[in-house]
Nanobody
Framework: VQLQASGGGLVQAGGFLRLSCAAS????????MGWFRHPPGKEREFVAA????????AYADSVKGRFTISRDNAKNTLYLQMNTLHPEDTAIYYC???????????????WGQGTLVTVSS
């Protein structure tokens, strides 16, 4: 199984980025897909997650109203639209796939390699 994250980069505060995560190697029926991030000097943290059909989503309080998670099951691809970025959003962003509760790290079995997002002030 491979998860290939892309879309990171350098952006000014207030700007936007769209992350993508292409999954391959098996079927992901009924899977939960999510984004986590690892800010410099801090612990990894949950960002957002979505169920297979997309009927349920979850967001960290720090990104609610600014980030939107979505998925295209036909393409096995996960997205994270990030608007109104803040310097504190700077982190390596990881996508992950699993089966279980949206916000639980234990849910996620497969992890991508990460993509760096840097937000300048």
């Amino acid at each position: 199984v491979q998860l290939q994250a892309s879309g990171g980069g350098l952006v000014q505060a207030g700007g936007f980025l769209r992350l993508s995560c292409a999954a391959s190697g098996r079927t992901f029926s009924s899977s939960t897909m999510g984004w986590f991030r690892h800010p410099p000097g801090k612990e990894r943290e949950f960002v957002a997650a979505i169920t297979y059909i997309g009927g349920s989503t979850a967001y960290a309080d720090s990104v609610k109203g600014r980030f939107t998670i979505s998925r295209d099951n036909a393409k096995n691809t996960l997205y994270l639209q990030m608007n109104t970025l803040h310097p504190e959003d700077t982190a390596i962003y990881y996508c992950a796939v699993g089966w279980g509760r949206l916000m639980s790290v234990a849910t996620y079995v497969y992890w991508g390699q990460g993509t760096l997002v840097t937000v300048s002030s």
